[in-house]
């Protein structure tokens, strides 16, 4: 493994260390990071303002019980979502949920 690639695993540990906060994700203990600013960001720039979801989060890719689909119903700490998006970087998924009942 190159330099780059230990740093970015090094920074990405100590960010999740320091930002994140752990969730029940169906019922499975997961460490994400809560972005609302950049959901309010998003909605802005790529959907013309429309409200999209009501929570964006990050999580490392290797935490994740599978892959996630858009479409699929999430319980984030027993309240039900339905997955919007899903992006996937640098070992991390960017995921935007919806209230299932949106």
């Known amino acids: 493994m190159s330099n780059l690639s230990n740093q970015a695993i090094d920074d990405l540990k100590i960010f999740f260390e320091d930002f ?12 994400i990071v809560i972005d609302l600013d950049r959901l309010q960001d ?3 720039k790529e959907y013309d303002g429309i409200h999209v979801g009501d929570l964006l989060y990050y999580c490392k890719v290797n935490d994740f019980p599978h892959t996630p689909e ?18 996937e970087d640098l070992g991390l998924y960017e995921i935007i949920l919806k209230g ?3």
Do not use: T
């Not at 994140?20 to 460490?31: A, C, H, M, R, T």
């Open 100 to 102: 299932a009942s949106s």
């Open 20 to 31: 994140s906060e752990k969730v029940y994700l169906n019922g499975i203990p997961i460490d």
């Open 42 to 44: 998003r909605s802005k």
């Open 70 to 87: 858009v479409g699929e119903v999430q319980m984030l700490n027993k309240r039900s979502y339905k997955v919007f998006d899903v992006r």
